[in-house]
């Protein structure tokens, strides 16, 4: 039961507030009592911020019973409901039942009333503590594989030590970095591979971390199999256990930076005349970077302990956003390239499945709106995979022919999600592609499932992307993605979305948003600044939800063509 239990006492006809104070002073925590009146007062009922239990008390119940003129589920359906009074016939008890009340008293037997309360009280918390748990242990089910194919993609080295420096565990990513396999590494001492040079400063900082139990961040040298010597960042966390502070494991988290290291001497050597805003914003970026980096090893820490510690998985989650956050595009590309925008972006759980991604080479503009499959942390870790494949296609290829990017992208997102696959799962990414010329005022765009509008002067105009998913590994051979070439006027609104906004259920008949809703919306307010379209798209949004549950992660996004 809660701390102070809030009650709300509803009458009709007749008064038995005085009686029912008196019952209620035999209740074994502290509590408060407001009084409503049918016809009048009850309609007042949303002003009452917390309401844990409802006495509805009338003088006689039959099967004209007077039910009070009000809105259970503003209290989300599960407070108790309790009627009281003086008369009722046999039949209505399993009535009332069935319409929602959990328990009917006779006015000669309130002494019961605090016991009932009580019981009552005590079921809803059971009846929603068990609904949370079972929606966990789903959640945890469904992301366990694609937590540990994420990690087994990093390109961090991640390793896990005794408290005398021994490995225990490394991931796969040792390739790469040190050329050891897992196997060669387990069992050895990490001191073994560091510089003679650094060893002693490296022991200190141990000692510290053992000492102060903070994690650290140091660039060192490392030893790898081949005997030369590479640049790395490491950053250090203790794993303690909360029962007995006891140190339990060493993490250690390694990312090479050799070739940051020959750039940061060279930009010294060049650059003297800047060496006091380098140092600055190096300064900066360092601070930024061992932030995001301790969000990372918390998070993949958690991936190698999963079955040990699903405790931890909330926390996870919350790890998981700001991940994903740091992950998406600087806003300051669409700042410099239009004349206004809004990006309206709002996950379901915490982290979205939905993201936006963008690049700018000379005058032409590479935007991205996608919705990966699912949503919470399955769908953000697609999320993530999303700007991996991009980011590595377009800034680091050069590709931006928008169904190229399509054809090859999917091809990538089937490879990597080949070891996940089953009968019943179809992991993939739905998006809206688009090249903009701002010198040629052209837009190219391709679309997986996803359209896009543009409005202006000569009115509204939907495109729509072909019938294919990225990432869906079923007739791979019979995929086509078509690119579509548009011309655009100053002052025309481009939108790309996903499916979320338009699929909430709501309004007077709980139905969808529906397609043809959103985009009679767009057309209304596209002539509008592109902060209060933004203000109004979320304004819409929660009137139409009302009470019910988002039932999708959101992005819409709106550019101001120059």
Known sequence: MTKILHILLIEHGVSYQKIIEKELQRLSVEYTLTCLHIGKEHRNIANVNTVDCILYCCLRINDDWVRP???????????????????ITSNIPASLL???????LLKDN?????????????????????????????????????????????????SIHSSDG???????????????????LIGTSGYAYLHPDEIEMITQLHQEIFTTRQDICFTHKLKRKDNTYIWVESVV???????TDEIIEVMVTIRDITELKKAQDALSVTLSGLEKQVAQRTKELSKANRLLKKKIIEHEASLVKLDRLNTDILDSIAYAKRLQDAAL????????????????????????GDFYWFYQAQQKISIVCADSTGHGVPGAFMSLMGIDIFNRLIIDKGQQYPSTVLKLSDLDLINMLKNSRTDHVADGIDLAYCLIDLEERTI??????????????????????????????????????????????????LYMFSDGYQD?????????????????????????????????????????????HQVDDILVLGLRLG
């Open 504 to 548: 909430q259920f709501g309004g007077p008949k709980n139905k969808k948003f529906t397609p043809g809703r959103l985009y009679n919306m767009l057309k209304e307010i596209y002539p509008l600044s592109a902060d209060e379209q933004k203000k109004y798209l979320e304004k819409v949004h929660n009137e139409w939800k009302g009470t019910e």
């Open 444 to 493: 190219s765009f391709a679309g997986a499932m996803n359209p896009i509008v543009l409005i202006g002067q000569d009115g509204m105009n939907i495109y729509r992307g072909s019938r294919f998913a990225l990432g869906d590994y079923m007739d791979v051979a019979k995929k086509q993605f078509e690119t579509i070439e548009l011309t655009y006027n100053s002052g025309d609104m």
């Open 69 to 87: 003129d009000i809105d259970l589920t503003q209290f989300q359906g599960g407070i108790p409901f309790i009627v009281i009074t003086k008369a």
């Open 237 to 243: 966390q203790l794993h303690i256990d909360d029962a």
């Open 166 to 184: 021994s490995y225990v565990y490394v991931s796969p990513a040792c390739r790469v970095i040190v050329g050891y396999e897992p196997e060669e």
């Open 110 to 158: 309130l002494w019961r009333l605090p016991l009932v309360i009580e019981e009552q009280v005590a079921l809803a918390k059971m009846r929603a503590d068990t609904k949370q748990h079972e929606l966990f242990l789903r959640e945890a089910k469904m992301t366990k594989a694609r937590l540990e194919l994420f990690l087994n993609n990093t390109t961090y080295m991640i």
């Open 98 to 104: 069935r319409q929602g009340v959990h328990d009917c």
């Open 329 to 352: 595009p600087d806003t300051r590309t669409l700042e410099q390239s239009f004349t206004s925008f809004f990006i309206f972006n709002k996950p379901k759980h915490i982290v979205s």
